[in-house]
């Protein structure tokens, strides 16, 4: 996981935005994806961008990709107390590498 | 379809032991993974198949073996259980390398 990075915590008041961020390593990455993991359970994909994209919407959320900076961003828009869980943002290119995850708080 | 599904659930395992943990997918799937998830490292590669017949060794893989001889099922065998193996362990299937992967509800290992 050390080809991409994240930061470990955030923390949001429910309806605020949350935007959680992720650098990546290598710039042949064909696609970019972010997984929500909630408790006890496996990822599941949330979205994901080519690597030819600079953004996507999807309802509520918004994928910024910066291939420049090879910097990631995943924007929620009003927050729910049911988004609160681990965040991962991950790379392809032979295979997919994730990084560590960031867990989401939101409070009430 | 039932997705990807692996047994057990649970695992308590004393220092030595050997055990396999199941995996199986019933999406057709080419691709198949196991992953390792610790706290502050996310998920690290154990092992990959891209087929029937044929796996390869991702970023962790010592202390463990695959094999697939279906296309339905990838079981990881720990021949030798040791402490540093206490984790929870993903298997995730897709119909290729570079595309979305399906991930299993884990299984929760500690080595004693």
């Known amino acids: 996981g050390e080809d991409v990075e994240q930061s470990l915590f955030l923390s949001v008041r429910e309806g605020d935005s949350s935007v959680i961020n992720c650098t990546y390593t290598?710039?042949?990455?064909?696609?970019l994806y972010w997984y929500k993991q909630e408790p006890g359970a496996g990822l599941q994909l949330l979205t994901y961008?080519?690597?030819?994209?600079d953004m996507k919407q999807d309802q509520r959320l918004t994928v910024l990709l910066n291939k420049k900076d090879k910097h990631l961003s995943l924007r929620i828009a009003d927050t729910q107390t049911g988004d609160s869980a681990i965040y991962f943002c991950?790379?392809?290119?032979?295979?997919?590498?994730f990084g560590a995850g960031t867990r989401l708080t939101v409070k009430p | 379809n039932a997705g990807v599904t692996q047994t057990p659930k649970f695992q308590v395992l004393k220092t030595g032991q050997s055990m396999t943990l199941q995996c199986a997918q019933d999406?057709?799937?080419?691709?198949m993974s196991w992953y390792r998830q610790d706290p502050g490292m996310g998920l690290r590669l154990i092992h990959y198949?891209?087929?029937?017949?044929?796996?390869d060794q991702g970023e962790v893989p010592n202390g463990y073996n695959v094999s697939r001889s279906t296309t339905e099922d990838f079981p990881l065998r720990l021949l030798s259980a040791a402490p540093s193996q206490t984790s929870v362990y993903f298997c995730?299937?897709?119909?290729?390398?570079?595309?979305?992967?399906?991930f299993g509800p884990g299984t929760r290992l500690t080595v004693l």
């Open positions: 995730a299937s897709s119909p290729g390398t570079v595309n979305e992967q399906f």
């Open positions: 290598d710039s042949s990455s064909t696609y």
């Open positions: 961008i080519f690597s030819n994209m």
């Open positions: 991950a790379e392809s290119i032979t295979d997919m590498r």
């Open positions: 999406m057709n799937h080419e691709y």
């Open positions: 198949s891209v087929g029937a017949g044929i796996t």
